[in-house]
């Protein structure tokens, strides 16, 4: 019996752990290059938040700006009595580092979409989230008309949950080609990270100038914030009652 793989085997088998190892390839190189030029410290910090990326309700707009400003005094881990000292964590790595994982879950997807959808946890968020787009059409409505612009924007604006996963089920959900859906989600993480690098640290510079100003800013935004989720709350309230 031939129990040979055939061609179309070992092309599957590629697209499966390509990605995967170009992923973890690429980190290890980061890894094996921040501990070598005696930046150790800082792939300590980077490495949990890269994970972190992983779990909502984390997103590109919370772990950036955590690399990049909140944990600039290090990390504290708790029972085990250790302080690690990073320092702050160069804008532009954890942009891109953040960016990259998109890219690389995108790639994934483009290969792997249906065989994603099979695997545990991931492929019942995957089955979900299509439900919820075919059910609810008015969500991602936006999106449609504007196509390649549409997903690049939306994964570029920090959404709840519009990473390169997302992104990817979103851009079948409207009828874009694969490839297409791809280059979209790149571009649109490679700039929306940058962008929330750049107020990240644009923040931090003007918190050192006047705090007290900042403070009164952040309270503005975050009262906003609480009024404009009331006031959408009571609308479907309100509507569900008609």
């Known amino acids: 019996m031939n129990r040979t793989l055939k061609p179309k085997h070992l092309i599957r088998l590629a697209k499966f752990f390509v990605p995967l190892i170009l992923g973890l390839g690429v980190f290890a190189i980061l890894g094996l290059t921040l501990v070598t030029i005696g930046e150790e410290n800082t792939w300590m910090i980077l490495w949990p938040l890269l994970i972190a990326y992983f779990?909502?309700?984390?997103?590109?707009?919370?772990?950036?700006?955590l690399g990049i400003g909140v944990l600039q005094k290090g990390l504290t881990i708790p029972f085990l009595n250790l302080h690690i000292d990073a320092g702050q964590i160069n804008p532009l790595l954890m942009a891109l580092s953040i960016a990259f994982i998109d890219i690389i879950v995108a790639?994934?997807?483009?290969?792997?979409?249906?065989l994603a959808k099979r695997i545990p946890?991931?492929?019942?968020?995957?089955?979900?989230?299509?439900?919820?787009?075919?059910?609810?059409?008015?969500?991602?409505?936006?999106?449609k008309p504007l196509r390649f612009i549409g997903i690049m924007l939306f994964v570029m604006v920090p959404?709840?949950?519009s990473g390169g996963?997302?992104?990817?089920?979103?851009?079948?959900?409207?009828?874009m080609k694969p490839w297409n859906t791809f280059f979209a989600i790149s571009l649109g993480a490679v700039i929306?990270?940058?962008?929330?690098a750049t107020f990240t640290q644009a923040f931090l510079i003007?918190?050192?100038?006047n705090t007290t100003l900042t403070l009164i800013l952040i309270g503005i935004i975050a009262i906003s914030i609480v009024?404009?989720?009331a006031i959408k709350k009571r609308k479907k309230q309100e509507k569900s009652t008609m």
């Open 55 to 65: 779990f909502p309700p984390l997103g590109k707009e919370s772990v950036i700006p």
């Open 206 to 209: 003007f918190v050192e100038i």
């Open 227 to 229: 009024l404009y989720f």
């Open 159 to 161: 959404f709840q949950g």
């Open 192 to 196: 929306g990270c940058l962008l929330i």
């Open 165 to 175: 996963l997302v992104g990817s089920i979103v851009g079948r959900l409207i009828g």
């Open 121 to 143: 946890l991931i492929g019942k968020f995957m089955i979900k989230i299509e439900e919820k787009g075919k059910i609810s059409g008015k969500k991602y409505s936006w999106v």
């Open 107 to 114: 790639l994934f997807l483009v290969w792997n979409y249906d």
